[in-house]
């Protein structure tokens, strides 16, 4: 089911667990850096998963890294009782919340789905998802066909100026300097 615009979510992570007695949660967060959940505020949550349940707004009233977690302490919920009651549930948050971007930046939200195109004018396939590696990020490329059915998967590094030459997102493209045959 499409979601549409004005009800868009974008998951940005986890409530993990309980952190003390004064209704403070651990929060498994996908941002980076992975506080910087924190930065964003109201928070949606939802229990019960992707399938179920409602999206319900709450604000944050304190947010902070905490060794290798963050911890939240949310409005309304005061006590470990009430802080356990949302183990497990997704935080998301809309498209608006986001940080606007220079010119030559980009969420990776935004490159998938994107018709990937070679110097010689040969299409690649679209942008399926990103990869984190240690030396950069790499965009994964296929065509209709996975490369489990047969079809050819291209790992392309995200390095603007030398393999991605330029994302248009308007036109829907990646124009890269990439061989058909990686």
Same mark, same amino acid.
């Given at each position: 089911?499409?979601?549409? %615009? ?15 007695? +004064? ?5 498994? #967060?996908? $941002?980076?850096?992975? !506080? ?8 949606? @949550? +939802?229990?019960?998963?992707?399938? +179920?349940? !409602?999206?319900? &707004? ?7 890294? =905490?060794?290798? $977690?963050?911890? %939240? ?8 009782? %009430?802080?356990?009651?949302? $183990?497990?549930?997704?935080?998301? @948050? $809309? ?39 240690? %030396? ?9 066909? #996975?490369?489990? =059915? ?22 829907? &493209?990646? &124009? ?7």
């Amino acid at each position: 089911m499409a979601m549409s %615009a004005a009800n868009e979510k974008l998951i940005v992570g986890k409530i993990s667990g309980v952190y003390g007695v +004064k209704g403070w949660v651990k929060v498994h #967060s996908d $941002t980076d850096p992975r !506080e910087g959940i924190a930065d964003y505020n109201p928070w949606f @949550i +939802k229990q019960g998963g992707h399938g +179920k349940g !409602e999206w319900r &707004q709450i604000r944050l009233e304190k947010g902070r890294r =905490q060794a290798k $977690t963050v911890i %939240a302490k949310l409005e309304g919920v005061d006590d470990r009782d %009430a802080a356990m009651q949302l $183990t497990g549930a997704l935080i998301a @948050i $809309t498209p608006e919340q986001l940080q606007a971007l220079s010119k030559d930046e980009f969420y990776w939200r935004d490159l998938i789905g994107l018709r990937v195109i070679n110097r010689e004018g040969i299409e690649l396939g679209t942008v399926q998802r990103l990869m984190e590696t240690g %030396a950069n990020d790499v965009l994964v490329v296929g065509g209709e066909k #996975s490369a489990v =059915q047969g079809g050819r998967e291209h790992l392309v590094p995200w390095t603007p100026g030398q393999a991605v030459l330029e994302v248009d997102l308007e036109q829907g &493209q990646i &124009q890269v300097d990439w061989d058909e045959d990686f």
